[in-house]
């Protein structure tokens, strides 16, 4: 359960947001309200690295490559999160394949810095989907990126998403 608080008062999910409460302590119990309306942002998946020696150029920056294998990283995390069965996927015969990746360069990282990286879908048809992941040095900004993903069968062309991986954590919403 992750707890989200706003002064004396707290939000609460459970079951990746399906159900939402609104609380605040009365002494030394809690009162759990159910919200009647409520705005639930997307899934958003947080994983940290650290920057390596050997995934920087000779600026001691992190080279630009390398920003591709954070972000796969953090996808696999984020498909992990949301209950997609990635390997089962691959048992089956079908696979998820990077169509595009658009990638904005900010700020530069270095050596053993501690990177956060966002992941939360933000497009999806019955094929394909939109996943956009953001990299962060603390509250700076080190890049961003939308990562378009197609679902292929054995053959690598774009098939629909068969019922037990067309998971909601998928939908932006």
């Known amino acids: 359960m ?4 706003a002064n004396d008062r707290f939000i609460s999910s459970r079951s990746a947001g399906t159900r939402l409460f609104l609380g605040a302590y009365q002494g030394s119990r809690i009162l759990r309200l ?3 309306y409520a705005t639930v942002a997307a899934m958003i998946c947080e994983c940290t690295l650290r920057v390596r020696t050997y995934e920087c150029d000779s600026y001691g920056h992190v080279n630009n490559a390398n920003y591709l294998n954070y972000l796969e990283y953090a996808r696999y995390e984020f498909l992990k999160s949301i209950g997609f069965d ?6 089956a015969g079908y696979g998820v394949y990077v169509a595009r990746i658009e990638i904005d360069y900010k700020l530069p990282a270095t050596v053993d810095e501690d990177l956060i990286i966002r992941s939360n879908p933000v497009k999806k048809g019955a094929v ?3 996943i956009a992941q953001t990299i962060l040095r603390g509250d700076d900004e080190i890049a961003s990126a939308e990562v378009t993903w197609a679902f292929v069968d054995s053959r690598g062309r774009p098939t629909k998403i ?5 998971v909601s954590g998928l939908y932006p919403s």
């Open 2 to 5: 992750r707890i989200y608080y």
């Open 34 to 36: 159910p919200v009647i």
């Open 86 to 91: 990635y390997p089962a996927v691959i048992a």
């Open 128 to 130: 394909s989907g939109i």
């Open 162 to 166: 068969p019922p037990q991986w067309d």
